[in-house]
Structures are given as structure tokens and as C-alpha cells.
């Protein structure tokens, strides 16, 4: 297995907060990765990293084995122009926690803009593979629907659908289930762990220990800008090596 | 138990009133209020029944060949000078938002300059600008006389435009600052750049908030152009004025003018009713019941 996200030192500032303290990361190719710890202790940022939609203040990133937001040439690093970053960010999908699906176009609108007009890819040949999407989630009867006709688990599965459209080699998962009410969260987590199954690449940050335990091939735990422990489910979630990981567990089961 | 269930049966306890016959509320002040009303009306429709105007001569030049030229010149303008607004607007209304600061602060000024000073003004500076600048012309590829460019046409146009594009911009900012964060990030997680994210995913949800106060501004503009007339443009109000100063019947062509105005400005508020339908559609049932097509006034 190769690396798909190789995460090297980065730092992040937000003002003279630092955010990320020399966080440093790899997921391979096909693996499952849940990211859990409290709020405030950098998860989201590490992830919004990965696809550049925070700028990093040190270190590097790499998606696919390319480097993210500079070009190499030599012993120096071009900054990448806006077009550029566009292109490497079709390396991942990503799903956000209010789902933010566009309100003016229809669930199969939604679905076929990236591929359409991002891609340049014929109506067409895009639609019965929207379809097939919209089925994999459970949703085809909505794909004329307007985002704010559906529940949140439904917005959320049409999210990640959306997503899947562009044919990302990685998925990124930000926290895909705080904004559901408790009895949709189901829904969303199973299409999530379809998707595991499928073999692709996954970075989810989250706090449904439960799934981490169940699909997560390794669990890291973040606090206060930094990784404290990684290891697989096992050894992170039932057998703790770090007292603040037992804290934060014991706080979230509690 | 046995005394309680009785109660509630009891046929004439003081909570059974459903007999009793309802007499609505005389509303006495609505109908003085009314009749009032009725009767001002009345006295005015009389006064113009018989004050001195000729009804005929009205009627006469309502579709005189002079009016309508006036009309066209007048719809004419109102759609160029709109157009050419609309376009600035964005423009700068991007470049407001724009990071780089010599865009932004341009944007700025101008915003300030042509908001701060009377739009009369401005078109008599633009009319007159040959007075300054004899020649217009990039140097050393084209040349002409400023005096052949700056018709009344071109003058009106950059001044109105000019003008509407500052204030347009500010409610395209207003309505690019309504759309949730999140809807420029997932266009950016599918690979949009800044143009195309503007364009696909940021305006159209901007446009439920920009129609509404656009559409009272295309009204306003309607009337706006009539000032159009102190620099000999031949809009609708110049036309009338030439035809009273030669046969002296002055309210009657007014009159002409303002049921013109009128015609125009109703035919535009239905307009921007279906705009408006068309813009929410997606926000479902919510926006349903929005009020019907009253003439909403500007300037």
C-alpha cells in the first residue's frame, strides 16, 4: 500500500492561536481513518488542510503523492495560482457538517455541476451515473427535489453523493453527522460504511465512537492542537495508553 | 362520581352557551373612515371634470408620432443605461470584494463619488465635457472630437449607467454577502475557481435577494430619464414639453406623459413579480404567499 495523504509537520495559525502544532499524518490508500478528540483541538483544521481550504503555515502536504498548494522546480517552491489549486483539489471529495448542498439547484443539479461543469463531462454520459449514485444512497425518488424539501440525513447522503460524482481518489469527512437529529444519523453512517467496504480512502473526523470502533482501520486522538495517541480502534478506544484519551473518552461515553 | 358526571351533562350549567346568537363588531370608525375617503375622491374626480383640461387634446396626442418617438427613446434609454449599470455593478461590486487593495479601494471611490453627487449634475459633466477635453482617443491609434461623441444619447448613457452601477454594486455585494459561507467551500471542494463558483453557485442564490431592490431600481430608472431632458435627449418628457411650448396646451401633455409613465411602470411590476417566483422556486412553499405585483415606488 502507498500513501495517499502524506501530512508533514504543518503548523496553523489563526491569528496568534496555533491551531495545528507540528501535526504530522499518513493514510494509505484504501484505509479507514477516524480523527476523534474535543472540540477546538484541531481536527476539522488538519482535515480542511488536506484539501487546501486552509492555507498551512509550515510543513508540507501531499495527496496522491503530489504536493499540495506549491509547484517544485529546483530548490525552490512556486506558490500554485488559483486554477491550479482547483485542479488538485478534484483529488478528494468532501462532506461538511451542515451539508451545504447548493439551495438553488435540485438533488440531481447538485450531483451532475462538479462533473459538468468542472469536468466538462456531457450531460449525458453524467446523468445515469448520478442515477446510480442517487440509488447507492437510498434517494433516486428525490432527485428532483430542492435541498430544503429533505430531512438532514437525506441532504447529507445527497452530500456525499455529490462528492462521489467527481470521482475523488480520497473522501474527507467533517464531522458528517453533529448537525443530524439522533435518529437520522443512521442513515448516513451506513452509507458511509458502504462506502469503507468499497475500498475507498477515507479521513473522518467525528465523534460516533461507535463507528470508529466498527469501520476505522486506525483511530487518532487530537488535543489542543496536536496528536496524542494513534493506533487501531482497539488499541485507542478500549485500551488507552494516554490519560487524556481515557478523559475524553470516558467524557464522551459518559 | 356520581354527582360530577351529572354536572357535565347537565344541559344548563353558565358554560353551555353554543345557543346563544353572535353579533359581530360594528367597526363604526372603518365606515366614517371610508365615506370620508369616498367623498374626498369624489370632490377630486369632479374638480377634474370640470377644471380646464381637454380631455380630446389628450386623447389626440396620446399616440402622436413626437410622444411615441419620446417613448422609445425613453424605453430605450431605460434598458441601455440599465444594462450598462447592471455590468458596472457587478464588476464592482466584485472588486469591493476583491483582496487585492487597489482594486478595492477604486471600487470605493467611485462608489463614493458617484453616490455623493446629484445626478443632474453629472450629466450636465458629462455633456459638457468637451469643454475640458476638446479630443477623445487612446494616443497614437484613434482620435476624435469629444463634442461628436457625446451625443445627448452618450451623455444620458454614461450618466445614468454610471450612476445606477454605484448603487447596483452595492446591492450585488449586499446580495453576494446573503449567501452561506458553506456554498462557496463546497463549490470549491468540487474544483470551482473563483469566476466559475461566482457565477454557478453565488449569484443565483444572490439574485433572490438582488431582484427585488434591481427591479425597483429599473422603475425608478424609467423616471430618472426624464431629467435627461435639460440635455436635449428626446425622451418622452422633452417630446411633450416641444409640443406645449408650440400649442400652449401644457396640463394635457403632462398628462399624456404621466399615464405613459404609468403604462410602463405597471407592465414592469408584473415582470418583476414572475422574476421574483422565478428566483425563490427552490426555497419550496415558504416564499409562496409573497404579495401580489403594487407598483413598489422609488425615486
Not at chain 1, 492561536?17 to 483544521?45: M, R
Not at chain 2, 463614493?112 to 497614437?140: K, M, S
Not at chain 2, 462557496?184 to 449569484?203: D, F, N, P, Q, S
Amino acid at each position: 500500500m502507498c500513501a495517499m495523504v502524506v501530512v508533514n509537520e504543518i503548523q496553523k495559525y489563526f491569528g496568534t492561536f496555533q491551531a495545528l502544532k507540528d501535526v504530522s499524518l499518513e493514510v494509505a490508500a484504501g484505509e479507514v481513518l477516524c480523527i476523534i478528540g474535543p472540540s477546538g483541538s484541531g481536527k476539522s483544521t488538519l482535515l480542511r488542510c488536506i484539501n487546501q481550504l486552509e492555507r498551512i503555515d509550515g510543513g508540507a502536504v501531499w495527496v496522491a503523492d503530489e504536493l499540495v498548494g506549491y509547484r517544485q522546480e529546483g530548490d525552490r517552491l512556486y506558490e500554485l495560482t488559483d486554477a491550479q489549486i482547483a485542479r488538485q483539489r478534484l483529488a478528494s471529495g468532501m462532506v461538511f457538517q451542515r451539508f451545504n448542498l447548493f439551495a438553488h439547484l435540485t438533488v440531481l443539479g447538485n450531483i451532475i455541476e462538479g462533473p459538468v461543469v468542472v469536468q466538462k463531462r456531457a450531460r449525458k454520459d453524467v446523468i445515469p451515473e448520478a442515477m446510480a449514485l442517487l440509488d447507492r444512497v437510498g434517494l433516486a425518488d428525490k432527485k428532483d427535489s430542492y435541498p430544503a424539501q429533505l430531512s438532514g440525513g437525506q441532504q447529507q447522503r445527497i452530500a456525499i453523493a455529490r462528492a462521489l460524482a467527481m470521482k475523488p481518489k480520497l473522501m474527507l469527512f467533517d464531522e458528517p453527522t453533529s448537525a443530524l437529529d439522533p435518529e437520522l444519523v443512521g442513515e448516513v453512517l451506513e452509507v458511509m460504511q458502504d462506502l469503507a467496504r468499497s475500498g475507498m480512502t477515507m479521513v473522518v473526523v467525528t465523534h460516533e465512537l461507535g463507528f470508529a470502533r466498527e469501520v476505522a482501520h486506525r483511530v487518532v486522538f487530537m488535543d489542543r492542537g496536536s496528536i496524542v495517541e494513534t493506533g487501531t480502534p482497539q488499541q485507542v478506544l478500549t485500551h488507552p495508553r494516554e490519560q487524556r484519551t481515557r478523559d475524553f473518552i470516558a467524557a464522551v461515553l459518559a | 362520581m356520581a354527582e360530577n358526571a351529572s354536572a357535565i351533562t347537565a344541559p344548563a350549567t353558565r358554560y353551555s352557551i353554543a345557543h346563544l346568537k353572535r353579533e359581530p363588531r360594528r367597526n363604526y370608525g372603518r365606515w366614517l373612515a371610508a365615506a370620508l375617503i369616498l367623498l374626498a375622491l369624489a370632490a377630486i374626480v369632479k374638480a377634474f371634470a370640470e377644471g380646464q383640461i381637454a380631455w380630446p387634446v389628450v386623447a389626440q396626442f396620446f399616440t402622436a408620432p413626437a410622444i411615441l418617438a419620446g417613448l422609445s427613446n425613453t424605453i430605450i434609454m431605460t434598458v441601455c443605461a440599465m444594462a450598462f449599470g447592471l455590468v458596472l455593478g457587478v464588476l464592482f461590486a466584485v472588486m469591493i470584494m476583491s483582496p487585492n487593495p487597489v482594486l478595492k479601494y477604486v471600487a470605493v471611490f467611485y462608489i463614493w463619488f458617484f453616490r455623493g453627487t446629484p445626478l443632474l449634475l453629472q450629466l450636465l459633466l458629462w455633456f459638457n465635457l468637451a469643454l475640458i477635453f476638446p479630443t477623445l482617443g487612446i494616443p497614437g491609434v484613434f482620435e476624435m472630437r469629444t463634442v461628436d461623441f457625446m451625443t445627448p444619447f452618450m451623455a444620458t448613457l454614461l450618466g445614468l449607467g454610471i450612476n445606477q452601477g454605484a448603487y447596483t454594486a452595492e446591492v450585488i455585494r449586499g446580495g453576494i454577502l446573503s449567501v452561506d459561507n458553506g456554498q462557496a467551500e463546497a463549490a470549491k471542494v468540487i474544483g470551482m475557481t473563483r469566476l466559475v463558483m461566482l457565477r454557478r453557485i453565488i449569484l443565483p442564490q444572490a439574485m433572490r435577494v438582488i431582484i427585488p431592490p434591481i427591479g425597483n431600481e429599473v422603475i425608478s430608472m424609467v423616471k430618472l430619464t426624464s431629467i435627461a431632458s435639460v440635455i436635449q435627449y428626446e425622451e418622452i418628457l422633452r417630446n411633450s414639453q416641444t409640443i406645449y411650448y408650440a400649442n400652449n396646451r401644457v396640463m394635457e401633455l403632462l398628462i399624456v406623459a404621466a399615464i405613459w409613465y404609468l403604462a410602463v411602470v405597471t407592465v414592469l411590476s408584473v415582470g418583476q413579480h414572475f422574476l421574483e417566483k422565478h428566483f425563490s422556486k427552490s426555497l419550496g412553499a415558504q416564499n409562496a404567499n409573497r404579495p401580489a405585483p403594487v407598483a413598489m415606488e422609488g425615486a
